[in-house]
């Protein structure tokens, strides 16, 4: 009788053991299974990422080879300037960038037209044309005002200002950035109860209206 109870206790200490190793393969597994789940969810997302980054990075290259110039603008200066021609700046640069990047006024240039009718902080638009004059085109443009013959003198005040509601299409020309076609503009859009209207109907652009807007008047 006792030995079948030395029987059944080891029987009872193997099945024990055999429970053991069980539990523990099965908890090694357990865990075995939870880090390649998590390594796989981890690759899915970096590769999501990593996918979605590219795709926005192919998106801008994109759009850069379709618009090389996106972002830029150009535009022309001429006159008292050292180096007049064609520029492309940056979008949102002033007049003063122009002037620097065309190597500055030449020595020639109308110091009382820099001073008072040209706004060095106004931003430039794409395809505008900015004329620069001389001294000496100055003062041949007042020469020629003071010398006109016309039947409407009140068209031309006794400083040279041109009424855009009264002047003559020769006396419209005389100014600067307004060639005869600008000119007939001007006179078919009459009358203007204010000088900004000439911008607002489209007669002229707002950079030849800063040009000019100090030479004019109703």
Same mark, same amino acid.
């Given at each position: 009788?006792?030995?079948?109870?030395?029987?059944?206790?080891?029987?009872?200490?193997? *099945?024990?053991?055999?429970?053991?190793?069980?539990?523990? *393969?099965?908890? *090694?597994?357990?865990?075995?299974? *939870?880090? &390649?789940?998590?390594?796989?969810?981890?690759?899915?997302?970096?590769?999501?990422?990593?996918?979605?980054?590219?795709?926005?990075?192919?998106?801008? /290259?994109?759009?850069?080879?379709?618009?090389?110039?996106?972002?830029?603008?150009?535009?022309?200066?001429?006159?008292?300037?050292?180096?007049?021609?064609?520029?492309?700046?940056?979008?949102?640069?002033?007049?003063?960038?122009? &002037?620097?990047?065309?190597?500055?006024?030449?020595?020639? /240039?109308?110091?009382?037209? &820099?001073?008072? /009718?040209?706004?060095?902080?106004?931003?430039?638009?794409?395809?505008?044309?900015?004329? &620069?004059?001389?001294?000496?085109?100055?003062?041949?443009?007042?020469?020629?005002?003071?010398?006109?013959?016309?039947?409407?003198?009140?068209?031309?005040?006794?400083?040279?200002?041109?009424?855009?509601?009264?002047?003559?299409?020769?006396?419209?020309?005389?100014?600067?950035?307004?060639?005869?076609?600008?000119?007939?503009?001007?006179?078919?859009?009459?009358?203007?109860?204010?000088?900004?209207?000439? /911008?607002?109907?489209?007669?002229?652009?707002?950079?030849?209206?800063?040009?000019?807007?100090?030479?004019?008047?109703?």
């Amino acid at each position: 009788m006792f030995d079948d109870s030395s029987d059944i206790s080891m029987a009872f200490q193997q *099945i024990r053991k055999q429970l053991s190793v069980r539990l523990v *393969i099965q908890a *090694i597994i357990f865990l075995l299974g *939870i880090s &390649i789940s998590s390594f796989g969810l981890f690759q899915l997302f970096s590769n999501d990422a990593q996918a979605s980054q590219k795709s926005r990075d192919f998106e801008v /290259v994109q759009v850069c080879e379709k618009d090389p110039e996106f972002g830029r603008l150009t535009v022309d200066v001429g006159g008292a300037v050292k180096n007049p021609g064609v520029y492309q700046l940056d979008s949102g640069s002033r007049i003063n960038d122009l &002037i620097n990047i065309a190597g500055g006024f030449s020595n020639s /240039v109308d110091k009382y037209y &820099i001073n008072k /009718v040209l706004n060095l902080s106004q931003r430039l638009n794409d395809g505008e044309k900015l004329y &620069i004059p001389t001294i000496e085109e100055s003062i041949e443009v007042q020469t020629k005002l003071e010398n006109q013959q016309t039947g409407d003198d009140s068209a031309v005040g006794v400083l040279g200002i041109i009424s855009i509601n009264s002047a003559t299409k020769e006396q419209l020309m005389s100014l600067t950035g307004i060639g005869e076609k600008r000119a007939e503009d001007i006179i078919s859009n009459r009358p203007y109860d204010s000088l900004i209207k000439l /911008v607002e109907k489209s007669v002229l652009t707002e950079l030849i209206f800063e040009n000019i807007k100090n030479a004019i008047s109703l």
